[in-house]
């Protein structure tokens, strides 16, 4: 945990940056636990997820990954009766701490979600834009092409969408609606990317492109991705966290570490027999 | 057809079409049934009011014609019956009441909805709905003993100021030493201050109702983008509730546009065309009929009702359009996939 590296401004600005560098940021959870009310679900819960690397969080329903997730950008304090403990730090510095804007953490650390919730009042483009409008980045008209298109370049919509951005989102299918979503993210520039079972709702052709959307940004942005489907955790993660809600006890990582041992040779019984379809 | 290269007749016997149904219980039908007649007597009698306005109107309407419609006296004696002015007045009111009550209802829905501690929002929709609860006449003595004498302080202060606005203008003689508050009072401003008293709480509850439907799955996204409160209101709350919001409000013009005893308590009867809200003297239609009923022939009675006819139709269409408007609006219809 000492040697967290610093951010230096230049990683604030990305874009299509044609460097091999790596530019997503380091998100680091430090004895996270988690209650609703009473009710604890997560327990010391510590995983770093260093930058250009995807990390996938496997385990059982009602484990604690989705809100494992969702303490990673603050999501999980939408819950009224939500409370939680421990540090998240993002390149750093704790995105917990006091004076640290909640809607800034956000910006910087996009999420989709398992549902595609494309804004259905509003074009394609518009979709796009959204985040960019909410943060009140003014952009001229060029610049907000721009970002549309490679939003959706980046999310592997551009070539579908091209010739209708101003159709409404609400109109693709349910795929395209996600990937739309995974651009709507992208386009705030997030230094990290978090997705909560992105591709469940999805066709196979459509999961494929979401996947291959993975590949293609994990360098510039962190990826953490909640999923049940162990093949994909196995196809697009390099690292990945075992989770385990056993009967009456708070979620905690069993195991974590490379996604090749994970599932070839873990180190928890545990964890081989949930990789290996055993229960869960 | 074209294609088929079999004869016609094997066709028809293979594609013989079936309509299979499932033969409900008894239980079922009897409900189905009862359920039917209760919605029928609902309309059997919604549609006899209307026949029966619009027949008791005949005589009125041979008689006056479309003067009835543009003849702005009500004055049976002289046999000058006509509505133009008090139509003005109902709608005049109205509107005052609209925008008045609007904003406030607006707030009030998603304060409620969006801002309200958990534990203080259930107590404020029951003082919400409380409002809508209390008798019309209380609010009309209200307005009469306790609004009247400050509302014209208002009216005064507006008719200063914006009195260059014709409909803002009190003829009043500005170098008078003394204000002259008698001319003031009792108007369609005040009445309008008072039954907007009335459409607040029905605006609101339709308003919040769609407003706490706007789809958790939209809200979540613009959080995550980085989104204020506010933020995320103006792009998911505001657009998912425009049905309501517009809905909400004509079905609080159609409320205002028939409220009868709190209007008749505060303004006087005239049946000059008025576009002065500001100065005393209005009519509705409402109060017209409330104020005359007791007192009138058959043949007032008759054009009573018949300027009862025009309101029934006014409120009719008004509650339509916001029928329109409710049911359209994307309530319930969250993203789908």
């Known amino acids: 945990m000492s040697a967290i590296e610093e951010i230096g401004p230049e990683s604030l600005v990305s874009g299509p940056q044609l460097t091999t560098g790596i530019t997503g940021a380091r998100l680091d959870a430090i004895n996270v636990s988690a209650w609703f009310g009473t009710n604890r679900v997560l327990s010391r819960v510590s995983l770093s997820m260093p930058p250009g690397t995807v990390t996938a969080l496997i385990g059982p329903s009602g484990c604690g990954k989705s809100t494992f997730l969702r303490i990673l950008n603050r999501m999980h304090e939408m819950v009224p009766s939500a409370k939680l403990a421990g540090q998240v730090k993002l390149g750093g510095q704790d995105i917990y701490a006091a004076g640290q804007r909640v809607t800034e953490t956000r910006k910087r650390i996009g999420m989709v979600f398992q549902k595609p919730n494309p804004f259905p009042t509003m074009s394609i483009a518009e979709n796009v834009t959204a985040g960019s409008k909410l943060v009140g980045m003014k952009l001229s008209r060029s610049e907000r092409e721009e970002l549309i298109e490679r939003s959706l370049t980046r999310a592997g ?124 | 057809m074209v294609a088929s290269a079999e004869p016609p007749n094997l066709l028809d016997s293979l594609d013989e079409p079936i309509s299979p149904q499932a033969t409900n219980p008894w239980g079922d039908r009897l409900f189905h049934l009862v359920v039917r007649g209760i919605a029928g007597v609902v309309l059997v009698i919604f549609g006899s009011i209307g026949v029966f306005l619009a027949y008791q109107s005949v005589p009125t309407f041979r008689r006056y014609g479309l003067s009835f419609l543009t003849q702005s006296q009500w004055n049976p004696e002289l046999d000058k019956v006509g509505i133009s002015s008090t139509l003005l007045g109902t709608v005049e009111v109205a509107l005052v009441a609209l925008v008045v009550a609007f904003p406030i209802a607006l707030a009030t829905s998603l304060f409620i909805s969006e801002y309200a501690p958990l534990r203080i929002k259930g107590l404020l929709v029951a003082l919400v709905d409380l409002m809508a609860a209390v008798p019309s006449v209380i609010y009309g003595a209200w307005g009469f003993f306790l609004l009247m004498p400050h509302a014209t302080l208002t009216s005064r202060w507006i008719s200063e100021y914006f009195g260059w606005i014709p409909i803002f203008k009190v003829n009043t003689d500005p170098a008078a030493a003394v204000w002259a508050q008698s001319r003031f009072v009792n108007s369609a401003f005040i009445a309008g201050l008072c039954v907007s008293m009335m459409v607040i709480p029905i605006t609101c509850s339709v308003m919040r109702g769609v407003f706490a439907e706007a789809p958790l799955g939209e809200r979540e996204a613009s959080y995550a983008l980085g989104s204020t409160k506010w933020g995320m209101i103006r792009t998911v709350v505001l657009p998912f509730g425009r049905g309501g919001i517009i809905g909400g409000t004509m079905l609080g013009l159609g409320r205002a546009l028939g409220e009868t005893i709190a209007v008749l308590f505060i303004i006087s009867l005239t049946f000059n065309v008025n576009f002065h809200i500001l100065q005393n003297g209005t009519s509705t239609i409402s109060a017209l009929i409330a104020n005359d009923f007791g007192e009138s022939t058959s043949a007032q009675l008759a054009a009573l009702l018949t300027a009862g006819l025009v309101l029934f139709l006014m409120t009719l269409g008004v509650n339509t359009i916001a029928a329109v408007f409710i049911t359209r609006s994307r309530s319930g219809a969250a993203t789908e996939i």
Request: charged share 25%; hydrophobic share 35%.
């Open chain 1, 157 to 280: 919509l551009w070539t579908e969408v091209r010739d209708r951005l101003r159709d409404a989102g609400g109109a693709l299918s349910g795929g395209q609606q996600q990937r739309l979503c995974i651009a709507r993210a992208l386009a705030v520039d997030p230094m990290v990317l978090l997705m909560d079972e992105p591709c469940s709702a999805l066709d196979p052709t459509s999961t494929r492109r979401v996947e291959d959307t993975i590949h293609e940004i994990k360098d510039e942005v962190t990826v953490v991705i909640v999923t049940h489907n162990m093949q994909q955790a196995a196809r697009v993660s390099e690292q990945c966290a075992f989770f385990l809600a056993q009967q009456g006890t708070p979620g905690v990582i069993v195991e974590a570490g490379r996604t090749e041992k994970i599932f070839t040779s873990p180190d928890d019984p545990r964890t081989e027999d949930y990789v290996n379809g055993r229960f869960g």
